[in-house]
């Protein structure tokens, strides 16, 4: 057995709590965040830290299972148990040995495991073998859409699925894949406020937000996203600012009225660049900027 197809097994052989009557879906989807950050260019192998981007990619995943799994995860499980898997090597915070998923804070893959996870090609392998030996019927084929795997490579009980729990199971892949594009593109910060704020067990303070509103539009485009902290959504999808063509901030205030003590008040933005991603494909579409200033602004 060459290497690849030992980490392969191992990847199918998670030691996952089968308790409830299915697996577990933790370590899969720690691992399918992992394998997203490397592609990404966001990780430096051989060594993993425990980072509030890797939570936001796994916490976000995680509303795919969601529905069988009401607890919010805690990443410091499996991101610690997966030595047992002979995956990595749990370390805390001055590199040494973790005996306590406490402590964790980094995990180093040994040196095979680290030359597999660094080419693409294995990687797609390891994507789907996670994907098929994890997770339900309407998973896989949330998965598939989130993964851009076609579903014939994965769904074998594609037939027993209803049209609408396999409509909803798209549908929930694809908002999956807008909300890790998206927030990610924007660096975890609110492209109004530029406030970044990021927690190891929670993630990130902001989320994906539509700019042409989804029930409208149906349209999961990351052009027609914004990474925004919920209170600039709030005010974003009541209409109190938009964006002009230039990107600029536009105000509604004669909309409103505000008090703030040593913040930042929605009126001083006007006039201020949004905070756009680096890759100017994923900045904001004129098209949808403009359904939100015609159809939502409160402004002139």
């Known amino acids: ?10 990847l199918a052989k998670l030691k996952v709590d089968r308790a ?34 890797l939570t936001y990619q796994f916490l976000t995943y995680w509303r795919i299972v969601a529905h069988r799994r009401k607890a919010a ?14 995956i990595w090597e749990p370390l805390d915070a001055n590199l040494q040995p973790s005996l306590d998923r406490k402590l964790t804070r980094f995990a180093r893959l040994p040196d ?11 990687c797609q392998m390891a994507r789907r073998v996670l994907v098929a030996s994890y997770f339900l019927p309407s998973e896989l084929i949330a998965l598939a859409a989130t993964l851009g795997i076609p579903e014939s490579e994965l769904v074998t009980t594609g037939a027993a699925i209803a049209t609408t ?10 908002d999956v894949k807008f909300r890790l594009v998206v927030v990610a593109a924007y660096r975890y910060t609110c492209a109004l406020s530029r406030h970044r704020l990021t927690t190891i067990t929670r993630g990130s303070m902001v989320d994906a937000a539509h700019i042409h509103q989804f029930a409208d539009s149906r349209n999961n485009d990351p052009r027609n996203g914004l990474a925004l902290s919920k209170n ?23 909309q409103f009225t505000e008090e703030y003590a040593g ?13 756009l991603p680096d ?6 579409d004129p098209t949808y900027l403009a359904w939100h200033r015609g159809k939502k602004y409160l402004g002139a």
């Open 1 to 10: 057995m060459d290497d690849s197809t030992e980490v392969l097994h191992r």
């Open 20 to 53: 409830r009557g299915d697996p577990a879906p933790h370590k899969p989807l720690l691992l399918l965040a992992v394998l997203d950050l490397l592609d990404a260019g966001r990780l430096t192998l051989p060594t993993i830290p425990l980072s509030a981007e």
């Open 73 to 86: 995860p805690d990443i410091r499980m499996p991101f610690h148990h997966l030595s047992g898997d002979r």
């Open 112 to 122: 095979m495991i680290a030359c597999l996870f660094g080419n693409k090609g294995f």
């Open 165 to 174: 729990e396999r409509e909803a199971a798209i549908q929930r892949g694809r």
């Open 232 to 254: 600039s959504h709030w005010m974003f999808d009541q209409g109190l600012w938009s964006i002009a063509e230039n990107l600029t901030v536009l105000v509604a205030s004669s």
């Open 263 to 275: 913040g930042t008040p929605l009126t001083s933005y006007a006039g201020q660049r949004l905070m």
């Open 279 to 284: 890759d100017e494909q994923l900045w904001p």
